[in-house]
Nanobody, 124 residues
Framework: QVQLVESGGDSVQAGGSLRLSCVIS????????VGWFRQAPGLEREFVAT????????FYANSVNGRFTISRDNTKNAVYLQMNSLKPEDTATYYC?????????????????WGRGTRVTVFS
């Protein structure tokens, strides 16, 4: 049974930074594509960033490109999301998701497993 546990969410002033972590257990991590998603109240869950399996290639939503950086440490079974220049519109619960067979996770239908999320609040 694969488990994903997110951490690092907090309240931060606009312009600030946060680093989210996702630790994955119970699976063959190195073979999973992993992604970050977010969901604001009343809105659908949306793609934020993804990182490929073994090459570490990345892809971002336009709304966060240039401000957020996704990375992974296969030795720790962890994926990170460094978020800089945060804006109030980044406020959401952030979720980590993996795909057992896909090289990336760019929409909710590609995800096989989800974490419970970590809350990020950006105030102006």
């Amino acid at each position: 049974q694969v488990q994903l546990v997110e951490s690092g969410g907090d309240s931060v002033q606009a312009g600030g930074s946060l680093r989210l972590s996702c630790v994955i257990s119970g699976g063959t991590f190195i073979y999973d594509g992993v992604g970050w998603f977010r969901q604001a109240p009343g809105l659908e869950r949306e793609f934020v960033a993804t990182i490929t399996r073994t090459t570490g290639g990345t892809f971002y939503a336009n709304s966060v490109n240039g401000r957020f950086t996704i990375s992974r440490d296969n030795t720790k079974n962890a994926v990170y999301l460094q978020m800089n220049s945060l804006k109030p519109e980044d406020t959401a619960t952030y979720y980590c998701a993996d795909s057992k067979w896909g090289t990336t996770v760019t929409n909710v239908y590609e995800a096989d497993d989800w974490g419970r999320g970590t809350r990020v609040t950006v105030f102006s």
